[in-house]
């Protein structure tokens, strides 16, 4: 959720995307910081329904800049899902399901 996490998760996208496909390819992204201060706010105070709203927000503008799908990275921001789910049309990416798969297929060997 923060900046520096959003630096290093550009980097990373745009670094497999081009070991992909190679030459000058990166990826097209549509990015939408957060203000951290409110997150943490709304962790501490433990206000799930602000915060569930405030990203919602930020899911409809990522939507409505053409966005075909939204990803969020923050493990507890996903204990609102469902309200920013309820807020767009594209699907949302949740990284619960991604690190459930990948601990599988770990622990499948």
């Known amino acids: 959720m923060s900046s520096v996490a959003m630096v290093d998760y550009y ?7 081009n070991e992909l ?3 000058h390819e ?6 939408s910081c957060v203000n951290f201060g409110v997150i943490e706010r709304c962790v501490r105070a433990e206000a799930w329904d602000e915060a ?3 990203l919602a927000g930020k899911a ?3 939507q ?3 966005a075909d799908f939204i990803a969020c990275g923050s493990n507890t921001m996903h204990r609102v899902a469902p309200v920013i789910e309820a807020a767009i049309t594209v699907p949302f990416l949740h990284i ?3 690190v459930a798969t990948t601990a599988t297929d770990i622990a499948s060997g």
């Open 96 to 98: 619960a399901d991604v």
């Open 52 to 54: 569930g709203q405030y």
């Open 11 to 17: 980097r990373r996208i745009n670094d497999r995307v």
């Open 64 to 66: 409505r800049a053409g």
């Open 26 to 31: 990166r990826a097209e992204l549509v990015l």
């Open 21 to 23: 496909r190679g030459g």
């Open 60 to 62: 409809r503008g990522l």
